[in-house]
């Protein structure tokens, strides 16, 4: 399925926003789901939202929802995860992987990326 590298994490103050980006190579990225997850110190992978192959409909969990924003540019080979309104329980570190369907489940997904950092402060 190709690599997936994110990029874009860094430090923001609460209530800014941040958007991160996955690049994917070795394959279009429409032709795959590509779905968000964090995971915070000491907590499980957790699912944040998705985005469809090919029509590229979004999904996001309901915590993030209304807030975060997955949208993918072909022309790039990238999707993006816009956050906005961020809030210090946000930070962890963001991973975006590769499949045939967006799922709340990490194990069901083989293709990761190494993930990025996202620190929110209070």
């Known amino acids: 399925q190709g690599q997936l590298v994110e990029s874009g994490g860094g430090l923001v103050q609460a209530g800014g926003p941040l958007r991160l980006s996955c690049a994917a190579s070795?394959?279009?990225?429409?032709?795959?789901?590509i779905t968000w997850f964090r995971q915070a110190p000491g907590r499980e992978r957790e699912f944040v939202g998705g985005i469809s192959r090919g029509t590229g409909s979004p999904s996001y969990a309901d915590s993030v929802k209304g807030r975060f924003t997955i949208s993918r540019d072909n022309s790039k080979n990238t999707v993006y995860l816009q956050m906005n309104n961020l809030q210090p329980e946000a930070t962890a570190v963001y991973y975006c992987?590769?499949?045939?369907?967006?799922?709340?489940?990490?194990?069901?997904?083989?293709?990761w990326g190494r993930g990025t950092q996202v620190t929110v402060s209070a």
């Open positions: 070795g394959r279009h990225v429409v032709a795959y789901a």
């Open positions: 992987a590769s499949g045939g369907v967006v799922t709340s489940r990490p194990h069901n997904l083989a293709n």
